[in-house]
């Protein structure tokens, strides 16, 4: 059985990455997040190239009201969601549902779903994805999606243009306050 090394930790300028695959330990306040108006901030944990999570993918996501995880979309993959914080809608099949701290949703395959902050703010919540190749994504015109800015015009399967005119942010440092 081969050993497997231990990543290095590098500092990207808006926070720490492994470089390389290999088993890490990272607080959470250390680690590069993203930061987008339209998305809110999250953290992946992951680096780029080797460094990235090949089996699945896992984030934190600190949304204020209002701001919504991604766009109202279906996938190929399962989707699992831990909300930590807060409160949100989610909607899920062109219907609302309302969340709050500990509830957990559950999404199989092209279940079509986007989760919303609600409340006073920050919604948190842990995020855990399939990674299969990624052979469908689809983008479905909803009502329900659109009424909280969180849908797309008109049914695509293209990511650029359901998000086209959202501001898709950048990496940032973490800013006290987004985590309980």
Known sequence: MNEVREAKLVDTGAGLAP???GWFVLNTK???WDASEDFGRFTRWEG???AKFKEYGI???SLRPGQKMCMYHGEDAQEDFLVLA????????GEER???AWDFV??????RHVLVAAGDGPFVVLAAGARNGRKGLIYPRDEAALKHGAGAEA???????AYAGYDMGGPARYVEGDLP
């Open 59 to 61: 984030n934190i996501s």
């Open 86 to 93: 807060g409160e949100g809608v989610l909607i899920v099949e």
């Open 155 to 161: 049914d695509t399967s293209e990511g650029r243009e």
């Open 48 to 50: 780029e190239g080797d």
């Open 19 to 21: 470089e390389g695959d």
């Open 106 to 111: 559950h999404c199989p395959a092209w279940t």
């Open 98 to 100: 309302p969340l709050r």
């Open 30 to 32: 250390d680690a590069v």
